[in-house]
Protein backbone atom coordinates (compact mmCIF):
# COMPACT_ATOMS: atom_id res chain seq x y z
CA UNK A 1 0.00 0.00 0.00
CA UNK A 2 1.27 3.34 -0.70
CA UNK A 3 0.47 6.91 0.99
CA UNK A 4 1.26 10.02 -0.57
CA UNK A 5 -0.05 13.37 -1.02
CA UNK A 6 -1.22 15.44 -4.04
CA UNK A 7 -1.06 19.21 -4.78
CA UNK A 8 -2.74 21.30 -7.38
CA UNK A 9 -0.54 24.02 -6.55
CA UNK A 10 -3.31 26.92 -6.16
CA UNK A 11 -2.01 30.73 -5.51
CA UNK A 12 -5.02 31.27 -3.00
CA UNK A 13 -5.02 34.40 -0.37
CA UNK A 14 -4.83 32.90 3.02
CA UNK A 15 -8.54 34.09 4.50
CA UNK A 16 -7.40 34.47 8.34
CA UNK A 17 -4.76 36.96 7.71
CA UNK A 18 -5.21 38.45 3.70
CA UNK A 19 -1.88 37.23 2.31
CA UNK A 20 -1.16 35.67 -1.06
CA UNK A 21 1.79 33.80 -1.47
CA UNK A 22 3.78 34.90 -5.24
CA UNK A 23 4.18 32.67 -7.91
CA UNK A 24 7.60 32.00 -6.50
CA UNK A 25 7.04 31.23 -3.09
CA UNK A 26 4.46 29.09 -4.05
CA UNK A 27 6.23 26.97 -5.91
CA UNK A 28 9.53 26.52 -3.36
CA UNK A 29 6.41 25.54 -1.14
CA UNK A 30 5.45 23.07 -3.42
CA UNK A 31 9.34 21.79 -3.05
CA UNK A 32 9.59 22.17 0.82
CA UNK A 33 6.54 19.80 0.74
CA UNK A 34 7.34 17.57 -1.66
CA UNK A 35 10.69 16.99 0.62
CA UNK A 36 9.36 17.10 3.71
CA UNK A 37 6.99 14.07 2.34
CA UNK A 38 9.56 12.06 1.88
CA UNK A 39 10.96 13.06 5.56
CA UNK A 40 8.45 11.73 7.28
CA UNK A 41 8.31 8.23 5.41
CA UNK A 42 5.37 9.07 2.73
CA UNK A 43 5.27 6.68 -0.64
CA UNK A 44 4.59 9.34 -2.84
CA UNK A 45 3.97 12.86 -4.03
CA UNK A 46 2.31 13.97 -7.28
CA UNK A 47 1.80 17.44 -8.70
CA UNK A 48 -1.13 18.45 -11.05
CA UNK A 49 -0.58 20.31 -14.48
CA UNK A 50 -2.22 23.55 -15.02
CA UNK A 51 -1.92 26.25 -17.23
CA UNK A 52 -3.93 28.91 -15.90
CA UNK A 53 -4.16 31.17 -12.84
CA UNK A 54 -4.21 30.67 -9.70
CA UNK A 55 -2.19 27.28 -10.42
CA UNK A 56 1.51 27.36 -11.00
CA UNK A 57 2.65 24.24 -12.01
CA UNK A 58 2.17 24.48 -15.82
CA UNK A 59 5.67 22.14 -16.00
CA UNK A 60 5.27 19.23 -13.50
CA UNK A 61 8.76 16.99 -14.95
CA UNK A 62 10.62 20.59 -14.71
CA UNK A 63 9.62 20.73 -11.11
CA UNK A 64 9.91 16.66 -10.00
CA UNK A 65 13.16 16.37 -11.98
CA UNK A 66 14.35 18.80 -9.25
CA UNK A 67 12.59 17.12 -6.27
CA UNK A 68 14.59 13.64 -7.80
CA UNK A 69 17.88 15.51 -7.76
CA UNK A 70 16.79 16.42 -3.43
CA UNK A 71 15.72 13.14 -2.99
CA UNK A 72 15.95 9.69 -2.42
CA UNK A 73 13.43 6.89 -1.81
CA UNK A 74 10.01 9.06 -2.70
CA UNK A 75 7.90 8.18 -5.78
CA UNK A 76 7.58 11.06 -8.07
CA UNK A 77 4.16 11.59 -9.76
CA UNK A 78 1.70 13.79 -11.39
CA UNK A 79 -1.67 14.12 -10.46
CA UNK A 80 -2.79 14.80 -13.86
CA UNK A 81 -1.11 14.78 -16.89
CA UNK A 82 -2.83 16.48 -20.04
CA UNK A 83 -3.10 14.04 -22.45
CA UNK A 84 -5.73 15.62 -24.37
CA UNK A 85 -3.22 18.56 -24.90
CA UNK A 86 -0.42 17.65 -24.87
CA UNK A 87 2.27 15.94 -27.58
CA UNK A 88 2.51 12.24 -26.78
CA UNK A 89 5.90 12.49 -28.22
CA UNK A 90 6.91 14.88 -25.22
CA UNK A 91 5.22 12.93 -23.03
CA UNK A 92 7.27 9.80 -24.10
CA UNK A 93 10.34 11.65 -23.92
CA UNK A 94 10.17 13.96 -20.60
CA UNK A 95 9.10 11.07 -18.68
CA UNK A 96 11.61 8.74 -19.82
CA UNK A 97 14.14 11.40 -18.86
CA UNK A 98 12.90 11.77 -15.43
CA UNK A 99 13.13 8.43 -14.65
CA UNK A 100 16.46 8.11 -15.62
CA UNK A 101 16.99 11.05 -13.47
CA UNK A 102 15.09 10.06 -10.76
CA UNK A 103 16.41 5.94 -10.97
CA UNK A 104 13.49 4.70 -11.70
CA UNK A 105 11.51 6.74 -8.71
CA UNK A 106 8.81 7.99 -11.65
CA UNK A 107 4.73 6.93 -12.63
CA UNK A 108 2.30 9.30 -13.76
CA UNK A 109 -1.58 10.16 -14.19
CA UNK A 110 -3.52 10.42 -17.40
CA UNK A 111 -6.37 12.84 -17.31
CA UNK A 112 -8.50 15.08 -19.62
CA UNK A 113 -7.92 18.19 -16.74
CA UNK A 114 -10.70 20.00 -15.55
CA UNK A 115 -10.07 23.37 -17.24
CA UNK A 116 -11.98 23.75 -20.58
CA UNK A 117 -10.49 26.99 -22.19
CA UNK A 118 -7.31 24.70 -22.12
CA UNK A 119 -7.83 23.06 -25.21
CA UNK A 120 -8.09 25.83 -27.77
CA UNK A 121 -4.88 27.44 -26.14
CA UNK A 122 -2.91 23.78 -27.24
CA UNK A 123 -4.83 23.46 -30.71
CA UNK A 124 -7.46 20.84 -29.74
CA UNK A 125 -11.38 20.64 -29.57
CA UNK A 126 -12.72 20.00 -25.99
CA UNK A 127 -15.56 18.24 -28.32
CA UNK A 128 -12.89 15.72 -28.70
CA UNK A 129 -11.94 15.12 -25.45
CA UNK A 130 -12.23 11.02 -25.20
CA UNK A 131 -11.49 10.39 -28.61
CA UNK A 132 -8.01 12.53 -28.59
CA UNK A 133 -7.08 10.70 -24.54
CA UNK A 134 -7.82 7.50 -26.60
CA UNK A 135 -6.03 7.92 -29.63
CA UNK A 136 -2.88 9.94 -27.93
CA UNK A 137 -2.33 7.29 -25.26
CA UNK A 138 -2.28 4.39 -27.83
CA UNK A 139 0.18 6.50 -29.26
CA UNK A 140 2.08 7.18 -26.15
CA UNK A 141 2.14 3.04 -24.97
CA UNK A 142 4.06 2.53 -28.64
CA UNK A 143 6.54 5.14 -28.34
CA UNK A 144 7.59 3.83 -25.18
CA UNK A 145 7.39 0.13 -26.33
CA UNK A 146 9.08 0.02 -30.07
CA UNK A 147 11.74 1.18 -30.79
CA UNK A 148 10.78 2.32 -34.01
CA UNK A 149 7.69 3.39 -34.83
CA UNK A 150 5.44 4.13 -38.28
CA UNK A 151 2.09 5.77 -36.67
CA UNK A 152 -0.62 7.99 -38.45
CA UNK A 153 -3.95 8.69 -36.69
CA UNK A 154 -6.78 12.06 -36.53
CA UNK A 155 -5.17 14.66 -34.10
CA UNK A 156 -1.87 14.88 -34.91
CA UNK A 157 0.61 14.12 -38.01
CA UNK A 158 2.02 10.89 -39.12
CA UNK A 159 5.66 9.56 -37.71
CA UNK A 160 7.58 7.29 -40.04
CA UNK A 161 10.31 5.75 -38.23
CA UNK A 162 10.52 7.67 -35.61
CA UNK A 163 12.55 6.86 -32.23
CA UNK A 164 11.54 7.96 -28.83
CA UNK A 165 14.54 9.03 -26.56
CA UNK A 166 15.29 8.32 -24.24
CA UNK A 167 14.26 4.85 -23.87
CA UNK A 168 12.49 3.93 -20.76
CA UNK A 169 15.31 2.63 -18.34
CA UNK A 170 15.59 -0.87 -18.07
CA UNK A 171 13.30 -1.00 -21.06
CA UNK A 172 10.52 -0.53 -18.53
CA UNK A 173 7.97 2.70 -19.09
CA UNK A 174 6.79 4.19 -15.91
CA UNK A 175 3.38 3.10 -14.64
CA UNK A 176 0.55 4.73 -15.97
CA UNK A 177 -2.33 5.63 -13.80
CA UNK A 178 -5.80 7.01 -15.71
CA UNK A 179 -7.36 9.59 -13.59
CA UNK A 180 -11.37 10.69 -13.91
CA UNK A 181 -13.75 11.65 -11.68
CA UNK A 182 -16.99 11.02 -14.28
CA UNK A 183 -16.12 9.08 -17.15
CA UNK A 184 -16.54 5.44 -17.46
CA UNK A 185 -14.29 5.44 -20.75
CA UNK A 186 -11.29 6.18 -18.82
CA UNK A 187 -12.15 3.27 -16.87
CA UNK A 188 -12.34 1.18 -19.61
CA UNK A 189 -9.03 2.71 -21.06
CA UNK A 190 -7.25 1.81 -18.06
CA UNK A 191 -8.72 -1.43 -17.58
CA UNK A 192 -8.33 -2.47 -21.32
CA UNK A 193 -4.70 -1.72 -20.97
CA UNK A 194 -4.40 -3.48 -17.47
CA UNK A 195 -2.95 0.28 -15.85
CA UNK A 196 -3.73 1.64 -12.85
CA UNK A 197 -7.32 3.79 -12.20
CA UNK A 198 -7.59 6.81 -10.00
CA UNK A 199 -10.75 8.02 -8.50
CA UNK A 200 -9.82 11.22 -7.18
CA UNK A 201 -13.21 10.93 -4.87
CA UNK A 202 -12.52 14.32 -3.52
CA UNK A 203 -15.61 16.29 -4.63
CA UNK A 204 -18.71 13.51 -5.45
CA UNK A 205 -20.44 11.37 -3.44
CA UNK A 206 -18.89 7.40 -2.58
CA UNK A 207 -21.73 6.24 -4.37
CA UNK A 208 -20.51 7.56 -8.02
CA UNK A 209 -17.20 6.41 -7.59
CA UNK A 210 -18.31 2.79 -6.49
CA UNK A 211 -19.99 2.60 -9.38
CA UNK A 212 -17.25 3.57 -11.63
CA UNK A 213 -14.47 1.64 -9.65
CA UNK A 214 -16.57 -1.69 -9.92
CA UNK A 215 -16.99 -0.95 -13.54
CA UNK A 216 -13.30 -0.81 -13.72
CA UNK A 217 -12.76 -3.67 -11.81
CA UNK A 218 -14.87 -5.99 -14.13
CA UNK A 219 -13.56 -4.59 -17.19
CA UNK A 220 -10.14 -5.32 -15.91
CA UNK A 221 -11.25 -8.63 -15.34
CA UNK A 222 -12.69 -8.91 -18.48
CA UNK A 223 -9.69 -8.22 -20.76
CA UNK A 224 -7.54 -10.51 -18.99
CA UNK A 225 -5.27 -9.20 -16.43
CA UNK A 226 -6.60 -10.96 -13.44
CA UNK A 227 -9.41 -11.13 -11.20
CA UNK A 228 -11.47 -7.89 -10.35
CA UNK A 229 -10.03 -7.52 -7.49
CA UNK A 230 -6.48 -7.43 -8.45
CA UNK A 231 -7.37 -4.75 -10.32
CA UNK A 232 -5.37 -1.41 -9.74
CA UNK A 233 -6.85 1.13 -7.80
CA UNK A 234 -5.99 4.76 -6.54
CA UNK A 235 -8.15 6.91 -4.25
CA UNK A 236 -8.00 10.36 -3.43
CA UNK A 237 -8.65 12.11 -0.18
CA UNK A 238 -8.39 15.44 2.32
CA UNK A 239 -7.61 15.81 5.57
CA UNK A 240 -6.89 18.79 8.13
CA UNK A 241 -5.60 17.26 11.07
CA UNK A 242 -4.84 18.45 14.88
CA UNK A 243 -4.34 16.51 18.01
CA UNK A 244 -7.62 17.64 18.97
CA UNK A 245 -10.77 17.65 16.95
CA UNK A 246 -11.87 20.61 18.19
CA UNK A 247 -8.98 22.60 17.62
CA UNK A 248 -9.10 21.12 13.80
CA UNK A 249 -12.13 22.65 13.54
CA UNK A 250 -11.63 25.34 14.35
CA UNK A 251 -8.63 26.21 12.44
CA UNK A 252 -9.96 24.60 9.20
CA UNK A 253 -13.22 26.07 8.85
CA UNK A 254 -12.59 29.60 7.18
CA UNK A 255 -10.35 28.25 5.01
CA UNK A 256 -12.96 25.72 4.02
CA UNK A 257 -15.36 28.61 3.90
CA UNK A 258 -13.29 30.86 1.25
CA UNK A 259 -11.95 28.36 -0.82
CA UNK A 260 -12.19 28.66 -4.32
CA UNK A 261 -13.66 25.40 -5.54
CA UNK A 262 -15.78 24.85 -2.32
CA UNK A 263 -16.12 27.99 -0.34
CA UNK A 264 -19.47 29.59 -0.23
CA UNK A 265 -21.54 26.39 -0.67
CA UNK A 266 -21.92 23.56 1.25
CA UNK A 267 -21.08 23.55 4.79
CA UNK A 268 -18.15 21.79 6.47
CA UNK A 269 -19.86 19.55 7.92
CA UNK A 270 -22.13 18.77 4.97
CA UNK A 271 -18.52 17.94 3.12
CA UNK A 272 -17.02 15.91 5.24
CA UNK A 273 -20.10 13.94 5.57
CA UNK A 274 -20.72 13.71 1.54
CA UNK A 275 -17.07 13.56 0.56
CA UNK A 276 -13.40 11.78 1.84
CA UNK A 277 -12.39 15.16 3.64
CA UNK A 278 -11.37 14.47 7.47
CA UNK A 279 -11.36 17.08 9.49
CA UNK A 280 -9.93 16.54 13.20
CA UNK A 281 -7.94 14.14 15.17
CA UNK A 282 -5.63 11.41 13.44
CA UNK A 283 -7.65 8.67 15.00
CA UNK A 284 -10.71 10.66 12.98
CA UNK A 285 -8.02 10.30 9.46
CA UNK A 286 -7.37 7.07 10.26
CA UNK A 287 -11.18 6.19 11.26
CA UNK A 288 -12.76 7.69 7.77
CA UNK A 289 -9.88 6.26 5.79
CA UNK A 290 -10.62 2.91 6.49
CA UNK A 291 -13.81 3.00 5.26
CA UNK A 292 -12.41 3.36 2.01
CA UNK A 293 -11.66 -0.53 1.82
CA UNK A 294 -15.76 -1.05 2.69
CA UNK A 295 -16.70 0.98 -0.62
CA UNK A 296 -14.00 0.19 -2.92
CA UNK A 297 -12.22 -3.07 -1.86
CA UNK A 298 -8.68 -3.78 -1.15
CA UNK A 299 -7.09 -0.79 -3.06
CA UNK A 300 -3.01 0.32 -3.51
CA UNK A 301 -2.55 3.79 -3.39
CA UNK A 302 -3.78 6.37 -1.06
CA UNK A 303 -3.44 10.55 -1.85
CA UNK A 304 -4.35 13.47 0.23
CA UNK A 305 -5.12 16.98 -0.58
CA UNK A 306 -3.67 18.93 1.97
CA UNK A 307 -1.76 22.01 0.98
CA UNK A 308 -4.95 23.98 -0.58
CA UNK A 309 -7.20 26.89 0.04
CA UNK A 310 -4.50 29.50 1.57
CA UNK A 311 -3.36 27.36 4.21
CA UNK A 312 0.25 28.52 4.88
CA UNK A 313 3.21 26.14 4.51
CA UNK A 314 4.16 26.12 7.89
CA UNK A 315 0.39 24.43 8.84
CA UNK A 316 0.77 22.32 5.72
CA UNK A 317 4.45 20.55 7.42
CA UNK A 318 2.76 20.72 10.76
CA UNK A 319 -0.35 18.29 8.88
CA UNK A 320 2.53 15.99 7.63
CA UNK A 321 4.48 15.56 10.42
CA UNK A 322 0.91 14.13 11.98
CA UNK A 323 0.12 12.02 8.87
CA UNK A 324 3.17 10.63 9.11
CA UNK A 325 4.09 9.92 12.14
CA UNK A 326 0.39 8.95 13.83
CA UNK A 327 -2.23 8.63 10.80
CA UNK A 328 -0.18 6.67 7.74
CA UNK A 329 1.75 3.96 10.01
CA UNK A 330 -1.67 2.82 11.48
CA UNK A 331 -3.12 2.86 7.93
CA UNK A 332 -0.60 0.74 6.51
CA UNK A 333 -0.38 -1.92 9.50
CA UNK A 334 -4.57 -2.07 8.92
CA UNK A 335 -5.14 -2.31 5.35
CA UNK A 336 -1.50 -4.63 4.20
CA UNK A 337 -3.14 -6.67 7.39
CA UNK A 338 -6.69 -7.37 5.91
CA UNK A 339 -5.43 -7.31 2.07
CA UNK A 340 -5.47 -10.85 1.17
CA UNK A 341 -1.95 -12.25 -0.64
CA UNK A 342 -3.42 -12.56 -4.48
CA UNK A 343 -4.24 -8.79 -4.40
CA UNK A 344 -1.50 -7.16 -5.85
CA UNK A 345 1.01 -4.37 -4.28
CA UNK A 346 1.48 -1.33 -5.94
CA UNK A 347 3.76 -1.37 -9.02
CA UNK A 348 6.63 0.63 -8.83
CA UNK A 349 9.88 0.39 -11.61
CA UNK A 350 11.34 -2.64 -9.64
CA UNK A 351 8.42 -4.85 -9.74
CA UNK A 352 7.68 -4.17 -12.95
CA UNK A 353 11.40 -4.71 -14.13
CA UNK A 354 11.22 -7.96 -12.15
CA UNK A 355 7.64 -9.25 -13.59
CA UNK A 356 9.48 -8.24 -17.42
CA UNK A 357 12.39 -10.23 -16.73
CA UNK A 358 10.01 -12.99 -15.69
CA UNK A 359 7.70 -13.39 -18.98
Same mark, same amino acid.
Not at 3 to 31: C, L, Q
Not at 297 to 312: E, I, K, N, S, V
Given at each position: ??????????????????????????????? =??????????????????????????? %?? +????????? !?????????? +???????????????????????????????????????????????????????????????????????? %??????????? +? %????????????????????????????????????????????????????? =???????????????????????????????????? !???????????????????????????????????????? =???????? !???????????????????????? %??????????????????????? +????????????
Amino acid at each position: MQFGIFSVGDVTTDPTNGTTPTEHERIKAMV =RIALKAEEVGLDVFATGEHHNPPFVPS %SP +TTMLGYIAA !RTSKIILSTS +TTLITTNDPVKIAEDFAMLQHLADGRVDLMMGRGNTGPVYPWFGEDIRQGIPLAIEKYALLRRLWREDVVDW %SGKFRTPLQGF +T %STPRPLDGVPPFVWHGSIRSPEIAEQAAFYGDGFFANHIFWPTSHFQQLIAFY =RQRFEHYGHGAADQAIVGLGGQAFIRPRSQDAWKEF !RPYFDNAPVYGHGPTLEEFTDQTPLTVGSPQEVIDKTLTF =REHFGDYQ !RQLFLMDHAGLPLKTVLEQLDLLG %SEVVPVLRKELDSMRPAHVPEAP +THASLVSSEASE
